[in-house]
């Protein structure tokens, strides 16, 4: 019998130790570990994008108007231009005050008036004698631009500024250079000597028989852009925010931030419906701003008083909830002061918004979708649009996903109570969503066009609420892969009444 040492050791005299023979059988480390699988990338952006400064405008979503100057003293909307200084002498005015109302409602950026049509500066402009040098407010010494940025920044409030084009007092005004260098001189005046400021605010208002002349719109927005590089201009035409084409705070039920700047001018009444919806084919971002006041005028009159909360929640579902910022004016009185009136009616506002919008009753539900990208675990499941970022986390479906591409929330056997749906699409990587429906418990309640930043649908037979299991946003139509970043039900008791 064969002494087996011998005949191993003859097999491995035979067989050495190649490198070929020990990759056939590897030997593991104890201390590797096993790959983890490599993340899925988002998608890629569909053109065009929005700027920083123009995604924090938008979280804004409530900003804030104060119309004063002369006309707050002759119960004018607009001024002739011929008002004497002498007529602005406000006893009690207080910017702290309004910003304390502004702050309290919500509102994290206020407009002002520096000069409105009537050409009488808020400031001490060294270029004009038309303004609050010439009057007896503070014996000629005050400076209601500075006196402003001064309370917004203790209110942490950010700053804008409306300087009106065009201005009734000034001699120059109808002569296209001196009054356009005259235009210019005062914008540097405000942006070199006030700080920052985030919005700055221009419009194509005139009277019909006033002097025919141009202003050199492009030459305003350089110089404004070369001064402060993060600031929003505001125009019908933008270059960063555009007006919604009118004053009742209404955007169209279609309303896209994407628009053609090339077909868009200012003072141009031809394009305030294209204004409305914006284009689904348009190359610029340009998102829309809807301007409305408190009260009927945009200035203080003692005659008038503010809208109910009724017609401001309306104003807020058609503004904010369809793709926009809503831009309020709150005119202060004679005195200064923000009017008590007012003040309430705000504080209504604000408290109606937050009892509505304060408890999203998809919170505590389960979600599923139809796909998803990447899988499981890829990161862009349906669970997103249930957290607290509704800008950079959300459900994507799968690329193969063309056919039927929903997201269904499900409340459980004891359903959910609530009358209206949130939708919000992940704008950062741009607008996409074209046509969308919405079923609860399999029954067609609401369909729309694009969503936005914000899509709020009211949904139950007059506003009474809907009790369900189910509710499924179905995307019809999209440019790409559809991103929603949050939904929200929520329960609003304001449309029973």
């Not at 925010?241 to 009118?246: D, L, M, S």
């Amino acid at each position: 019998m064969a002494n087996p040492w011998i005949s191993l050791f003859f097999h491995l005299l035979l067989h050495p130790f190649s490198s070929a023979n020990i990759a056939k059988y590897p030997t593991k480390n104890p201390q590797e570990k096993n790959p983890s699988p490599l993340a899925t990338p988002p998608p890629l952006p569909i053109l065009p994008l929005p700027s920083y400064s123009q995604l924090k405008w938008q979280q804004r979503e409530i900003i804030m108007f104060f119309h004063f100057g002369v006309n707050t003293f002759t119960d004018s909307e607009w001024g002739t231009g011929s008002e004497s200084p002498a007529i602005f002498n406000p006893t009690r005015l207080d910017p702290g005050q309004w910003f304390e109302v502004a702050a309290e409602a919500g509102v994290s950026l206020a407009i002002l008036t520096a000069k409105h049509h009537d050409g009488f500066c808020l400031w001490p402009s060294k270029y004009t004698d038309h303004s609050v040098a010439k009057s007896p407010w503070k014996d000629g010494r005050g400076d209601v631009v500075q006196d402003f940025v001064r309370a917004a920044k203790a209110h942490d409030v950010d700053v804008g500024l409306y300087l009106s084009p065009w201005d009734r007092h000034d001699k120059r005004y109808g002569h296209e250079k001196k009054y356009n260098e005259y235009y210019l001189a005062q914008l540097q005046e405000l942006l070199n000597r006030y700080g920052s400021v985030k919005e700055i605010w221009f419009d194509g208002a005139k009277g019909k028989n006033a002097p025919n002349m141009s202003y050199y719109f492009w030459d305003w927005f350089a110089m404004v852009k070369e001064l402060q590089s993060s600031i929003n201009i505001f125009s019908d035409a933008g270059p960063d925010v555009r007006w919604v084409g009118n004053e009742h705070g209404f955007a169209g039920s279609t309303c896209w931030s994407t628009i053609n700047r090339t077909s868009l001018s200012i003072g141009n009444a031809s394009i305030v419906e294209y204004l409305r919806t914006g284009d689904p084919k348009g190359t610029d971002w340009l998102p829309p701003e809807c301007d409305v006041s408190i009260r009927p005028g945009w200035f203080w009159h003692k005659s008038q008083q503010p809208k109910e909360l009724s017609e401001l929640l309306d104003i807020y579902y058609n503004s904010v909830g369809r793709n926009c910022v809503l831009l309020l004016n709150v005119p202060p009185n004679s005195t200064g002061l923000i009017s008590e009136i007012d003040i309430h009616r705000l504080r209504e506002f604000r408290n109606a918004i937050n009892s509505i919008f304060s408890h999203n009753l998809a919170k505590s539900c389960s979600v599923k979708a139809s796909s998803q990208r990447g899988g499981n675990g890829g990161g862009f499941g349906p669970e997103n649009v249930l957290d607290e970022d509704h800008l950079w986390t959300y459900w994507a479906p799968s690329e193969t996903d063309e056919q039927s591409q929903w997201i269904e929330i499900l409340g459980g056997d004891k359903g959910l109570r609530f009358n209206v749906i949130m939708l919000q699409e992940a704008i950062g990587l741009g607008q996409r969503i074209e046509r969308h429906e919405i079923y609860v418990d399999g029954n067609w309640v609401a369909n729309g066009t694009t969503v936005g930043y914000k899509r709020l649908h009211k949904v139950g037979a007059r506003g009474l609420p809907m009790h369900a299991k189910k509710v499924k946003i179905r995307v019809v139509k999209s440019k790409g892969l559809p991103l929603i970043s949050s939904i929200g039900l929520f329960l609003d008791p304001f449309l029973q009444l």
